[in-house]
């Protein structure tokens, strides 16, 4: 059996998102139901929606940074109850029995986990549909708490943004001491000052873009370097121990490199492909430096991540639409024309 809600999606590459009922499964022993009140606007729902990596499957209903209250719970759960305040990230399962699922790495599962949308359930083999929606339900192992006192629309994009820097901050143990620079101001690059700052670093934010000083500052840097500007890029040679790299597209890694200490590492989290101009291993072999990758988190560091910004105050810095907006969101998203994350108020899917 299912339960229709209405949601919206994209039907091909080319349509823009639009009104579509959603079939839902009747809550299995081990399901919460959520009554979705805030999602987040990621640009991998653009990409999906547009079919950016070759693997969109249509109908198409994208979202994945869901927030919302428990309206109801399978016979077998105990961690929630009608009621709670409640988040769903970029996974709704996984395989729970490999190597990485035992670490509590469920984004490497062996079996690749099952992605919030454009996915397949494991159990009944029906696509899986994202947050654009009224309703989500999902299986209680990937439901995340969301701490009391956290506006629930700023909290919306921590569960993709927020975990994506906040999990190699966290390996690669940004604190108090240690020396961290962001590369991009964006809706990644946002989240990593704030998180970086908040674990006691040193923040430095790299940009191509003069005049983002005030707002880099106000979100946690302590300092700001012109990456177009050869002097200040020489002034900050061998001094970070890790660069977050937020940059969507394709750039060039070189010039970060030398400004990397000894055992530095620069983690890429914001682009998927292939990278031009080729790597130069001089700096990499000459200080012992590493370029690396990481996919947001598991499901207890983003637990973990979610109770430190609840302990701190920090939210992401949003800008609210209807979702009537959303294509128009889009289209300004690919402009950069948000500070620095949109949410979709889902009150406002009527009907």
């Known amino acids: 059996m299912t339960m229709r809600v209405l949601g919206y999606a994209a039907q091909s590459a080319q349509a823009p998102l639009a009104p579509f009922h959603v079939e839902r499964r009747d809550p299995r022993a081990d399901d919460v139901v959520i009554e979705t009140q805030y999602c987040g606007v990621c640009h991998s729902d653009l990409h999906n929606a547009r079919n950016d990596w070759g693997n ?3 109908p198409l209903v994208p979202g994945h940074e869901i927030i919302g209250r428990v309206s109801q ?43 919030t949308y454009n996915g397949v359930d494991r159990q009944d083999k029906r696509p899986t549909f994202g947050g654009y929606s009224q309703q989500i339900v999902t299986r209680d ?29 966290r390996h690669w143990q940004a604190g108090p001491g240690k020396q961290v620079a962001v590369v991009g101001l964006g809706g990644l690059g946002h989240m990593a000052l704030k998180l970086a700052n908040a674990l006691g670093a040193e923040v430095t934010l790299f940009t191509r873009s003069p005049g983002k000083e005030e707002d880099a500052y106000r979100l ?11 002097a200040q890029m020489a002034a900050a040679r061998g001094t970070f121990d890790l660069i977050i790299d937020t940059v969507p597209y394709v750039h060039d890694l070189n010039p970060y490199l030398p400004t990397l200490a000894i055992d530095g590492t620069l983690v890429l989290v914001g682009y998927l492909g292939d990278l031009n101009p080729l790597l130069s ?25 979610l109770d430190f910004c609840g302990q701190h105050g920090i939210t992401s810095d949003v800008e609210t639409i209807a979702i009537q907006a959303i294509n128009d969101a889009y289209e300004r998203m690919l402009n950069s024309d948000v500070k620095y994350r949109f949410v979709i108020d889902m009150a406002s899917l009527k009907g």
């Open 56 to 58: 969109s499957h249509y």
């Open 73 to 115: 719970v399978g016979s077998a759960v105990t961690r929630f109850k009608p009621g709670d305040r409640v988040g769903v990230g970029c996974m709704v399962d996984s395989c729970q029995h490999c190597a990485p699922c035992e670490r509590g790495l469920e984004q490497f599962c062996d079996e690749f986990p099952t992605l």
């Open 220 to 230: 946690g840097a302590h300092r700001v370097v012109l990456s177009s500007d050869d």
């Open 141 to 169: 192992k990937f439901v995340l708490h969301i701490p009391d006192g956290l506006d629930l629309a700023g909290a919306a994009p921590l569960l993709c943004a927020g975990i994506t820097t906040w999990s190699p901050l």
């Open 281 to 305: 291993t001089v700096p990499l072999v000459m200080g012992r430096k590493s370029v690396a990758g990481s996919l947001i988190g598991g499901i207890k560091e983003t637990q973990e991540m």
